[in-house]
Every structure is written in C-alpha cells, then in structure tokens.
C-alpha cells in the first residue's frame, strides 16, 4: 500500500490543488490582491503565445498550481477552503475584484465566521474566520438561520442549470 508522502520541504503540502483557468495571469493577480498569494516566479512556463501550461502559488501554507486552459482544454476551477484572520475583508477585497458573494460571513459551528465567494474564474473559496468564544448557532431544523447551506446549495444549482 502506498503512503502519501508529509516531509518534503519547499513543494507544497502533501494535497496541493491544480486549476486550469481562462486567464490564469488575471487569476495570479486576484490570489495575490485578496490572499496575499505569493508566485513562484521561476516555475511560471508561458507558451509561446504566452499563455501558462504552469504556475505556481504560495497561499498561506499551501500550494496551488495552475494553467491556462490550452486549446481543446475545458477550464477545471477548484473550490478552496481558506483559513482568514478577517473574513468581512477579504469578501470586501474579493467582491472588488469581480467576485460574487455566495454566501455573506455567517457565523458557523466551531467558534468559527463563514463566508464564500466566487471568483471570475469560477473557483468558489469557503472562507473561515476563527472567532474565539462566538457561540455555535441554532440549527435551522430547531429555528435558527439556513444561510450557510441555503446559500451554496442555490448557487451550486444555479451554476450546474447553466
């Protein structure tokens, strides 16, 4: 049985996610502006016309490499789980630069904010806020909000209709 692998340094964490974008330049520029995102400048590979076959992206810890889709390729966005020290900022600077809120920051279980946002390339990012001592809410089955679920399973109907 093969065992994934936890120790190498410098490439990324054990899972590291591959997206195939329409505009993967554009895409760097919004990682970097709304998540501090770091390209790794020396594994950027342009074809000859200058689109991307590979990019790569510190993000946090973690790695996230990309490419623009090449001809006959169909774009593949991700969807992403990102720990923020200040989720209503992040949407704000999201939301400038063409992202669309899914779902506003909502407070969810674990003394924890959420909040997720599509971003122009169709990656939808969940977005999570530690909040010390901020109380779990009330299920919607018992009265309380079904903004967390409501919101993402309207909008993942929404994209899969079109």
């Known amino acids: 049985m093969s065992t994934v692998l936890t120790d190498f340094p410098g490439r990324g964490r054990s899972l590291n996610p591959f997206v195939i974008l329409d505009g993967a330049a554009g895409f760097i520029d919004f990682a970097r502006d709304v998540f501090g995102a770091v390209e790794n400048t020396e594994a950027r590979t342009p074809t000859p016309d200058g689109r991307l076959i590979h990019a790569e992206l510190r993000v946090g810890d973690s790695l996230l490499l990309l490419s623009d889709a090449l001809d006959g390729w169909v774009?593949?966005?991700?969807?992403?789980?990102?720990?923020?020290?200040?989720?209503?900022?992040?949407?704000?600077?999201?939301?400038e630069h063409d992202a669309v809120v899914v779902t506003p920051p909502t407070p969810f279980y674990g003394a924890v904010t959420l909040a997720r946002v599509q971003d122009a390339w169709g990656n939808l990012w969940w977005l999570y806020q530690p909040v010390p001592g901020q109380a779990d809410p009330k299920p919607s089955w018992e009265g309380g909000s079904d903004v967390v679920f409501r919101t993402l399973d309207e909008h993942l109907r929404a994209v899969s209709a079109r």
Do not use: I, N, R, T
């Not at 774009?75 to 939301?95: I, K, N, R, Y």
């Open 75 to 95: 774009p593949h966005p991700g969807l992403f789980q990102v720990w923020v020290s200040d989720v209503a900022s992040v949407v704000s600077q999201a939301e």
